[in-house]
C-alpha cells in the first residue's frame, strides 16, 4: 500500500514564501517519478510541477515557473515544493502524486499519468 502525505499548507500573505513536503510509504521511494498539482476554487485541478526519478530533471506549468522549486530527497523518501513570490492566484489545494517508472530521467506532465496521490493540503495566499 503506497501512501502519500503532504504537509507545509497554510496561510501567507501575498509576496511570502511557503514549502511544501509530501513524504511517500510503502515503496522504495526512488522508483518513482513525482509531481505537484493543485486545484483552485472552482476550477479543475492543473499541473503544477513534475521531477524525474533521479532529481536531475524538472518541469514547471508557465504559472509558477521562476517562482516554485520541485526537488527531492530520496534517503528521506520526500518531495518538496519552494513555493516564493506567492501570489493570491496561487490559493489552492495543493497534491502530489507518484507514479512508479523504469525510467530515471522521465517525468510526467498528466494527472492520468500518476498511479498515487496525496489527500492535498490547503494554501491560502492573502492579498
Known amino acids: 500500500q503506497v501512501q502519500l502525505v503532504e504537509s507545509g499548507g497554510g496561510l501567507v500573505q501575498a509576496g511570502g514564501s511557503q514549502r511544501l513536503s509530501c513524504i511517500i510509504s510503502g515503496r522504495i521511494f526512488s522508483n518513482y517519478a513525482m509531481g505537484w498539482f493543485r486545484q483552485l476554487p472552482k476550477k479543475e485541478r492543473e499541473f503544477v510541477a513534475a521531477?524525474?526519478?533521479?532529481?536531475?530533471?524538472?518541469y514547471y506549468a508557465d504559472s509558477v515557473k521562476g517562482r516554485f522549486t520541485i526537488s527531492r530527497d530520496n534517503s528521506k523518501s520526500t518531495v518538496y515544493l519552494q513555493m516564493n513570490s506567492l501570489k493570491p492566484e496561487d490559493t489552492a489545494v495543493y497534491y502530489c502524486?507518484?507514479?512508479?517508472?523504469?525510467?530515471?530521467?522521465?517525468?510526467?506532465?498528466?494527472?492520468?499519468?500518476?498511479?498515487?496521490w496525496g489527500q492535498g493540503t490547503q494554501v491560502t495566499v492573502s492579498s
Open positions: 521531477i524525474s526519478r533521479s532529481g536531475g530533471r524538472t
Open positions: 502524486a507518484a507514479r512508479a517508472t523504469d525510467y530515471s530521467d522521465d517525468y510526467y506532465l498528466r494527472q492520468f499519468e500518476y498511479q498515487y
